[in-house]
């Protein structure tokens, strides 16, 4: 339904939208997170494991008439 593909659009975007919002608030954190390859690691497995989350979601409330 709608409100099921809102919800998994709503719980992708949240974390994105937090990120950059934090991340212009306080751009020297998140320079140093960016600059660091473990925290682009972790950023890159935040990304991932939100994907794979998304297509779970998407299955899950995939509804068959």
């Known amino acids: ?12 975007g949240l974390p994105v939208g937090l990120f950059f919002l934090l991340s212009g608030m306080a751009p020297d954190t998140y320079k ?12 890159y497995g935040c990304i991932g494991s939100m994907t794979v989350g998304f297509l779970i979601i998407k299955k899950v409330t995939k509804l068959e008439v």
């Not at 339904?1 to 992708?12: D, G, H, I, Q, R």
């Open 1 to 12: 339904t709608a409100e099921n593909s809102a919800s998994a659009y709503l719980l992708m």
């Open 32 to 43: 140093s997170f960016m600059a660091d390859p473990m925290g682009r690691g972790a950023i």
